[in-house]
């Protein structure tokens, strides 16, 4: 059973910075995807970013690009996302998922397998 894990949201100024955190448990594939998506008010949800088993392939959405980063723990199943320079357009539910294996969709809310119940960023303006 695949369970999936996100801690780290909150409130914060815009321009300031947040860690989040995803554990992935339960993963037995050698070419898994793990990926952030967000959904704010109104609006679908979207991916934020994802990386590839390996860490050798990353895809960012382009609002966040430059100033997100996403990176794999020490622990595979493990998976951060740095966020700086928020703004309040950041402002939604953060979700972490998993994908069990490589192929289409591979960052996209459709193609993924397992999802983390979701936690709140706010950014105050």
């Known amino acids: 059973q695949v369970q999936v894990v996100e801690s780290g949201g909150g409130l914060v100024e815009a321009g300031g910075s947040l860690k989040l955190s995803c554990t992935a448990s339960?993963?037995?594939?050698?070419?898994?995807?793990l990926g952030w998506f967000r959904q704010a008010p109104g609006k679908e949800r979207e991916e934020v970013s994802c990386?590839?088993?390996?860490?050798?392939?990353?895809h960012y959405n382009y609002y966040v690009k430059g100033r997100f980063s996403v990176v794999r723990g020490n622990a595979k199943n493990t998976l951060f996302l740095q966020m700086n320079n928020l703004t309040p357009e950041d402002t939604a539910i953060y979700y972490c998922?998993?994908?069990?294996?490589?192929?289409?969709?591979?960052?996209?809310?459709?193609?993924?397998?397992?999802w983390g119940k979701g936690i709140q960023v706010t950014i105050s303006s």
């Open positions: 998922a998993a994908k069990s294996h490589w192929g289409d969709d591979w960052c996209a809310p459709v193609g993924m397998d397992y």
């Open positions: 339960g993963l037995t594939s050698t070419d898994y995807v």
């Open positions: 990386i590839n088993w390996a860490n050798t392939i990353t």
